[in-house]
């Protein structure tokens, strides 16, 4: 490089040196009015060294090992960080993290101590359930539900699994109107799509052809507004602007689910190691109380108590 | 002067951690994304079309068939449309109307892209469904929302190689009597040919590599699409739904996802580059 030859910067001017302050200058400058301007200047001189060190100095104080840590279950995460917030509001000194991540990876970080509590959506393996404890928190069922414009009202499980597998490609079929069936199922792996797999389609494989949302609410947006759609979700997320379907004949409603007629459930587990933390157990304490529990069934779940 | 040198020597070494990322990048995915290949086999994992994680099929044929579906769509829509509205912005356009146009376009890069798609699915599904039949989220919802996004990139690329071209060429046109279409026809967009090419090439890149949008519009059903009312699903919103709970093989298998965008993306974008050089060296 020949970068440093002397006439390379010759057409540059010489830079000033920054005027230095004098003290009588700060007797001009330090008045009231300048104040503001002297410490907005400071501010802003400062300001990424405050954007970039405060984080960290934050972290050291949360990261401590003090906060309880709740992960897994995307499906499980929401009812808990509601509770969580109930719960907060009485115990101002005690930190929980609720974070998401998937049924597996909440049993996993339960097993290897990274979360003080699993949560989990599915049963456990033979494996896992010698390992851990396990606490119900609440029952949810997976339901299939159509859009209100659809006449359907019942629809067998054998058509169902028809349905889900492309057996089935029209409405007609079924006694509806000559329109294709959009069904919609969720991405591989989800909790949600798990459960209906094990409980609804047993065997058969759902089929490719299905189209892929990738969450509860997507999966409820498409339906509301796509007359000829089917779909599954949460119990809990049922809302008056889509119709769930009977199977065989009964309708899945919440005393349906209690009285145990319909069959398609899945628990929400909480899954943890030896023994609690005291913050832990209080916490656990807080969600299978009544107050906890009735927040669950508010929520659109079915209290543990309910299915014991 | 040691001074100078140290500052451009922190300068030279801030411009390569660019470089460096990219290399980073790069070395990452491959070293993940390699192992399926070795498993699985490099035609299998390409050319076969059945994707069931769960059963551990992993082939990203109907994948490809779709991430080429929707881009072509989308340049099919898109391309025309921005390319008149550069020639009208550069040529025709008086300077009242191009100060508002110009900074409207440029907002449309500004939009984030989940609104693009919640636009799509709230407005675009259901009129596709009501009117030309289908699921409603389909390649044609996916090709038109991306036709909008790529609109900025092609249009501003493009409007800068018609602009380039020297006043003197349309002036000698005129000249000699052609008309103004004539000559912006046969004479200006001949000769910014190659930048205009290399802004569709890079809108291209936009499209395959978009991917909120396109997981709300298209439906994301795996298999080969044989109509533009079908859904489909493109390779990256394969990465994006199924991350979240991937492990193992099937993890491996979103990383050689990646490892397939990020070469189809590396070739699209060299030959925007030798486009765009070829017209500096004229």
Known sequence: ?308 | MNREKSIEKIFLLIACSALFSLGLITVFIFKEGMGIFLKIGFGKFIFSPEWAPGQKQFGLFSMIIGSMWVTIGALVIGVPLSLFVSIFLAEFCPKKIARILKPAIELLAGIPSVVYGFIGVVILAPLIREYLGGPGLSVLAGSMVLAIMILPTVISISLDAIQAVPKSYLEGSLALGATRWQSVYMVIIPAAKSGIIASVILGMGRAVGETMAVIMVSGNAVRIPYSVLEPVRTLTSNIALELGYATGMHREALFGTGMVLFVIIMILNVAAYIFTKRKVRR
């Open chain 1, 1 to 308: 490089m020949n970068s440093a030859k002397p006439g390379k910067y010759l057409q540059i001017p010489k830079i000033k040196k920054p005027r230095r302050i004098s003290q009588e200058d700060l007797g001009k400058v330090l008045t009231p009015c300048n104040l503001n301007g002297i410490i907005l200047k400071m501010l802003k001189k400062y300001f990424y060294i405050i954007l970039f060190v405060l984080p960290f100095i934050s972290c050291d104080k949360g990261g401590a090992g003090k906060a309880l840590v709740i992960a897994g279950s995307t499906s499980v995460q929401p009812f808990v960080e509601g509770l969580e917030e109930a719960y907060s509001q009485k115990h101002k000194t005690v930190e929980i993290n609720v974070q998401g991540g998937g049924s597996s990876a909440g049993i996993q970080s339960a097993l290897c101590g990274t979360a003080d509590i699993g949560m989990s959506s599915r049963h456990l393996s033979a494996e896992e359930e010698k390992e851990l404890k396990i606490v119900p928190i609440a029952y949810d069922a997976v339901i299939v539900i159509l859009n209100p414009r659809n006449k359907i009202e019942n629809i067998s499980l054998e058509d169902i699994r028809k349905i889900f597998s492309r057996k089935i490609l029209n409405w007609k079929e079924l006694g509806g109107e000559d329109k294709e069936i959009n069904a919609i199922t969720r991405e591989d792996g989800s909790g949600t799509r798990g459960a209906f797999q094990e409980l609804v389609m047993k065997e058969i494989p759902i089929s490719n052809a299905c189209m892929v949302q990738d969450s509860n609410g997507s999966v409820r947006e498409i339906v509301k507004a796509d007359p000829w759609s089917v779909a599954y979700i949460s119990l809990g997320l049922v809302d008056k602007d889509v119709k769930a379907i009977k199977i065989d004949g009964i309708l899945p409603d919440r005393a349906a689910v209690k009285e145990k007629k319909y069959n398609f459930m899945r628990p929400f587990l909480f899954v943890y190691t030896g023994e609690l933390k005291k913050d832990a157990k209080d916490f656990v304490d807080f969600v299978l109380s009544d107050e906890g529990q009735e927040f669950m069934e508010k929520e659109g779940l079915i209290a543990v108590k309910h299915l014991m």
